[in-house]
Each structure stands twice: as structure tokens, then as C-alpha cells.
């Protein structure tokens, strides 16, 4: 399985922008999808958005038009682009692979949004 690092989080005022950055251990070329995913205390882990091997894009639909996925398979990272952000953002966002072996997850990126 391939280890994940995230980085990119923090405090930032609604209406602001935030990148995350997803850094695998191994190539992601061969990853069948790479996702981000949030979670809330006290809530199930949501799937944010994905981007697969064949460049297929999701968001689910509270993001769409505000955040951007993206894969630079050359340096092995996945993105997540987070534009006009709002309070409702806040959560620990996580980074997934996808692989024959099965998935991997990060340790997780806390994303803090004031009003």
C-alpha cells in the first residue's frame, strides 16, 4: 500500500482559498482513484472529490464550482484547489488511494473556516 502525507491546512476567513496537497510514498500512476475525503466530529468521513486513473472527475455537490482536484502523477501528489470557502468547510480532510491492494488513507489535514 502506498503511504499518503497531506499538508495545506489551517485558519483562513470564509471567502478565502486554501490548497491542499496529498504526497504519496510510491508512484500514483497505477492508483485507480485518488480522493479526498472530510470528516467531522461526530459525523461519517465524506467523500469530497475524486479523480481517477482515466482523468474521470467527482465532487460531491456542496463543492462543486468552488474546489478542484488534480493529479501530477510525475511527483506523485494529488491537489484539492478549495476556493471561496465557507464555514461549513471545516473539517479534517483526508487523502485516499485506490489500488489492487486496496485503499490507503492519510493521517488527515485540519481545514478551519471563520465566519
Do not use: H
Not at 482559498?17 to 465524506?46: D, H, N, T
Not at 471561496?84 to 493521517?107: F, H, I, M
Request: proline content about 3%.
Amino acid at each position: 500500500q502506498v503511504q499518503l502525507v497531506e499538508s495545506g491546512g489551517g485558519l483562513v476567513q470564509a471567502g478565502g482559498s486554501l490548497r491542499l496537497s496529498c504526497a504519496a510514498s510510491a508512484s500514483i500512476f497505477s492508483c485507480k482513484v485518488m480522493a479526498w475525503y472530510r470528516q467531522v466530529p461526530g459525523k461519517q468521513r465524506e467523500l469530497v472529490a475524486l479523480i481517477t486513473s482515466g482523468g474521470v472527475i467527482n465532487y460531491v455537490d456542496s463543492v462543486k464550482g468552488r474546489f478542484t482536484i488534480s493529479r501530477d502523477n510525475a511527483k506523485n501528489t494529488v491537489y484539492l484547489q478549495m476556493n471561496s470557502l465557507k464555514p461549513e468547510d471545516t473539517a479534517v480532510y483526508y487523502c485516499n488511494a485506490v489500488t489492487s491492494r486496496g485503499p490507503s488513507w492519510g493521517q488527515g489535514t485540519q481545514v478551519t473556516v471563520s465566519s
